[in-house]
């Protein structure tokens, strides 16, 4: 063969191969997912900062060469704007950063979720940031099928206690049941440094039991720091087979809140009720702080067995002696 045609044959593989790791280097990974990825850009991101989000999402496989295919064009860091964009699978260099010069950002919404709330609060949270009607996104709650290992309990029905309280951040257009799979996720996430499994060991109890026992303590506690002491009052009367008497549990079976309950409240024909029932109620009744979790996993070591909210409502008087507790009781006005 002419040494020229070969020359000039192996020069085409090689071009061909520069070309194919280019293009391999610029095409988004998130076409092997098959799926959109979503890139948060923030003030002060750099081209830098943003082709290595760009590469984390998968949206690119080299964050060098997206960043030289940027100079090369002309782009600068004063010329992306802030915001949250989604990329389609293969979008290329050149779209990526039109979108990004452009500003054409994923409107978005929010929703905050405070510790406690129970699953018709959270849906009225959610309906005011989302739109999504609440019966629609209660309808969604009130479903286990999400694929989370700890929602297979046989004794869960819905998934109240597991849609977790934070700020999430959600894409216009979002579905109910995206956004309690995303809550239900982020439970999973914040709940991975507890020892779920020694608490279980430990205490006797399930996942699902300890999550209702933190929604106690949520509810009950006055403060962060007596959590732990809420716990060991709750497990002591457990253990002692007497009635828990937590009037949360009777507000929970109303389905109303009440500023004081009557004592035709107490008698109310409930499994939540905890001044008929002995043990803990079928489930959680709010969706628990982290803290909380922690309290009823690692609870305080006490022979407490009352507790009472004191006069300044910043603290509860704690005894395991019935007299005391009333004292405190009458001291209190309550």
């Given at each position: 063969m002419?040494?020229?045609?070969?020359?000039?044959?192996?020069?085409a593989g090689?071009?061909a191969?520069v070309?194919?790791?280019?293009?391999?280097?610029?095409a988004?990974?998130?076409?092997?997912?098959?799926?959109?990825?979503?890139?948060?850009?923030?003030?002060?991101?750099?081209?830098?900062?943003?082709a290595?989000?760009?590469?984390r999402?998968?949206?690119?496989?080299?964050?060098?060469?997206?960043?030289?295919?940027?100079?090369?064009?002309?782009?600068?860091?004063?010329?992306?704007k802030?915001?949250?964009?989604?990329?389609d699978?293969?979008?290329?260099?050149n779209?990526i950063?039109?979108?990004?010069?452009?500003?054409?950002?994923?409107?978005?919404?929010?929703?905050?979720?405070?510790?406690?709330?129970?699953?018709?609060?959270?849906?009225?949270?959610?309906?005011?940031?989302?739109g999504?009607?609440?019966?629609?996104?209660?309808?969604?709650?009130?479903?286990?099928d999400?694929?989370?290992?700890?929602?297979?309990?046989?004794?869960?029905?819905?998934?109240e206690?597991y849609?977790?309280?934070?700020?999430?951040?959600?894409?216009?257009?979002?579905?109910a049941?995206?956004?309690?799979?995303?809550?239900?996720g982020?439970?999973?996430?914040?709940?991975?440094g507890?020892?779920i499994?020694?608490?279980k060991?430990?205490?006797n109890?399930?996942?699902?039991?300890?999550?209702?026992?933190?929604?106690?303590?949520?509810?009950e506690?006055?403060?962060?720091?007596?959590?732990?002491?809420?716990?060991?009052?709750?497990?002591?009367?457990?253990?002692?087979d007497?009635?828990?008497?937590?009037?949360?549990?009777i507000?929970?079976?109303?389905?109303?809140p009440?500023?004081?309950?009557?004592?035709?409240?107490?008698?109310?024909?409930?499994?939540?009720?905890?001044?008929?029932?002995?043990?803990?109620?079928?489930g959680?009744?709010?969706?628990p702080?982290?803290?909380?979790?922690?309290a009823?996993?690692?609870?305080?070591?006490?022979?407490?067995?009352?507790?009472?909210?004191?006069?300044?409502?910043e603290?509860h008087?704690?005894?395991?002696?019935?007299?005391?507790?009333?004292r405190?009781?009458?001291?209190?006005?309550?």
């Amino acid at each position: 063969m002419d040494p020229t045609v070969l020359g000039l044959i192996l020069l085409a593989g090689v071009a061909a191969a520069v070309y194919f790791i280019y293009t391999s280097a610029v095409a988004g990974g998130a076409d092997e997912a098959g799926r959109p990825a979503s890139v948060e850009v923030v003030k002060g991101d750099t081209l830098s900062t943003v082709a290595a989000k760009l590469e984390r999402a998968g949206v690119i496989k080299s964050a060098l060469v997206f960043k030289v295919e940027a100079r090369v064009e002309g782009n600068s860091d004063t010329g992306i704007k802030t915001g949250k964009y989604t990329f389609d699978p293969g979008t290329d260099t050149n779209a990526i950063l039109t979108k990004l010069t452009a500003g054409r950002a994923v409107p978005s919404v929010s929703v905050t979720l405070p510790e406690g709330l129970t699953l018709p609060e959270t849906a009225r949270a959610v309906a005011e940031g989302t739109g999504i009607p609440a019966g629609e996104f209660e309808s969604a709650a009130r479903r286990t099928d999400y694929g989370y290992a700890f929602l297979e309990d046989e004794a869960i029905e819905t998934t109240e206690g597991y849609l977790f309280p934070r700020r999430y951040d959600f894409e216009e257009g979002v579905t109910a049941p995206q956004v309690v799979d995303r809550m239900l996720g982020q439970y999973l996430i914040e709940t991975e440094g507890l020892d779920i499994a020694g608490a279980k060991g430990r205490l006797n109890l399930t996942e699902h039991e300890l999550v209702t026992v933190a929604s106690l303590i949520e509810k009950e506690s006055a403060n962060a720091g007596e959590r732990p002491v809420i716990a060991s009052v709750i497990y002591n009367r457990i253990r002692r087979d007497m009635p828990l008497q937590i009037d949360a549990t009777i507000q929970y079976a109303l389905k109303r809140p009440k500023e004081s309950l009557s004592y035709a409240d107490l008698k109310v024909n409930s499994p939540y009720n905890t001044y008929e029932n002995t043990g803990l109620p079928p489930g959680p009744i709010c969706s628990p702080s982290l803290q909380s979790l922690q309290a009823a996993m690692d609870p305080a070591r006490t022979d407490n067995l009352y507790y009472v909210l004191k006069a300044d409502g910043e603290e509860h008087f704690f005894t395991n002696d019935y007299d005391a507790f009333l004292r405190a009781k009458e001291a209190a006005g309550r």
